[in-house]
Structures are given as C-alpha cells and as structure tokens.
C-alpha cells in the first residue's frame, strides 16, 4: 500500500534552501574556477586543520556527491512504507509519525547539503575549517535527531490506548 504524506511548510522550505545549496554550488564553481588556486585542501582533520592538499578539479566530487544524495534521499523520502519507524505505527499514529520521520529526513538533508557545500567554498578559497565547525555540525544532526526521536516517541505514547485499572 502506498501511502502519502501531504506537503507542508517544512517541505516547501527544504526543497527551496536543498536546490539552493545545490545549484548554488554549482553556479560558485562556474563563475569562480578560473579565480580558484590550482591547489586547494582536499581533507580536513577533527580540528579543521588540512591535511592533504589537492588538484581544484577534486573541488567537482562534492557536488557530485550533494547531488546524487539529494536524489537518492528525495527518492526515499517518496515511499515512507519501506522506512525502518523504529516504533509500532497504528493507523491512529500513521500520519503523524510518518510526518516527524519526513521532517527528520528534511532536516538532515538540508544539514548534508549545507556542509557539502560550505566545505566547498572553504576549499576553493584555500580556508581551513573553523575550529568550532566539525561540533557544530554534528550537534546540529545529532540534536535534530533526537529532537524528532522525543516527538516520535510522544507521539506513541499519546496514541497508545489507555490501559484499565
């Protein structure tokens, strides 16, 4: 059985800040590459220090990347039936926990895309990462995680049917 999820807000705006990220990108190598160094970092350690340097041809493999992820994830996104829930979904809960699950996704593809494409631009301009980038990053998915965790888990329990004394 397929099933449906209707569009809301959160949709609409993941869709608009992902293609933004994307084709941004993408317009920034285009008008930038004649001005990008024929070196650039190519990786980055936990502290935002490079280490390792490459040819600005590597600078192609992130887009690439964002896009083959935002299609793929867009893609799953479409068929909430074969997610993994984690939780019992009931016909009471379906809709609602499918909703928190497709924020969820929004949300982390949204993150992915944003960092795709910042260590991009860092990289073109020969930048090291900000000490602070790599917690901040994770803190922001690891934390949208939970946040939609909590909700799922709310959501069963106020769906749950009351138990008799």
Known sequence: MEIKIKRNALDILEAIVSLTCLVGIVVYLILMWSRIPAQIPAHFNAAGEVNRWGNRSELIVLPIISWVLYGFITLIERYPQVWNTGIT?????????????????????????????????????????????????????????????????????????????
């Open 89 to 165: 979904v009931t016909e009471e809960n379906r809709e609602r926990v499918y909703r928190i699950l497709k924020n969820m996704i929004a949300v982390i593809k949204m993150l992915m895309l944003f960092v795709f494409a910042s260590i991009t631009v860092l990289s073109s301009l020969t930048l090291r990462l900000p000490i602070w980038y790599l917690g901040v990053f994770l803190l922001a998915v690891f934390g949208s995680i939970a946040f939609f965790i909590v909700q799922l888990n709310k959501t069963t329990r106020d769906t749950k049917p009351a138990t008799e004394a």
